[in-house]
């Protein structure tokens, strides 16, 4: 089984930079994915870590350390449209070899002028 | 094209009704997948399909029958379905079900069960 967490709301300013923690356990990991998910909208990949370390994609970034179990998503240059949930997915290879992914519950983001 | 279509957009079902929602990609990916998301939770998934075989069924009741009639279509069957069960249902398709492969979301079907 799984158990990812992750904050549940975090504000922000535009023009700011927030980092958005997650945690998780997992018997068989395999990947840790960040999407964004706007209200009513389907999710987005933003990035994806395997190894430890930082990934970087423009404003995004994404950091992970297998060994505490943990990942964050950095924001820089808040921007209004950055306003949306925030999701933490952990790819578990199951048993049969096959690969699930499991989504934390979402932190809500919220970007105030 | 990095899209992936469903339809309906919209569905109100009675519980004796049968409907099917419908999904497709046109991008190759082998690894097509059902989530059902409720508000204000994330999605759970459902099924997964890699190579058209099912591979996973995350105990689904079977009032909810997936099919993948080729690599490129995804449907899911709904028969006998409770109010519980209204929700956002995604679909998502990725290279391989494996390793770094990115899911891509559809914009998913809003259910209601009346």
């Known amino acids: 089984g799984q158990n990812i967490d992750q904050p549940t709301e975090m504000t922000a300013t535009e023009g700011a930079i927030v980092q958005i923690n997650c945690t998780y356990q997992t018997s068989g990991f395999n990947g840790l994915f960040w999407y964004q998910q706007h209200a009513g909208e389907a999710p987005t990949f933003l990035s994806y870590n395997v190894l430890d370390g930082l990934e970087e994609k423009g404003r995004f970034s994404s950091f992970l350390s297998r060994s505490k179990g943990y990942s964050y998503l950095l924001l820089k240059e808040l921007q209004m449209k950055d306003s949306a949930s925030y999701l933490c997915a952990v790819r578990d290879l199951a048993s049969a070899g096959y690969s699930t992914l499991t989504f934390g519950k979402g932190t809500m983001l919220l970007v105030s002028p | 094209d990095t899209e992936v279509t469903q339809t309906p957009k919209h569905l109100v079902m009675g519980m004796t009704n049968k409907k099917s929602l419908k999904c497709e990609q046109h991008?190759?990916?082998?690894?097509m997948y059902w989530y059902k998301q409720k508000a204000k939770k994330p999605p759970e998934l459902m099924f997964v399909y890699s190579y058209e075989k099912l591979s996973i069924n995350e105990s689904v009741p079977s009032r909810f029958s997936p099919e993948c009639p080729n690599s490129s279509l995804l449907n899911l069957h709904l028969h006998a379905l409770q109010p519980e069960d209204s929700a956002l249902y995604l679909c998502?398709?990725?290279?391989?079900?494996?390793?770094?492969?990115?899911?891509?979301f559809g914009p998913g079907t809003r259910l209601t069960v009346t």
């Open positions: 998502a398709s990725s290279q391989g079900d494996r390793g770094s492969y990115e899911q891509y």
């Open positions: 991008m190759g990916h082998r690894a």
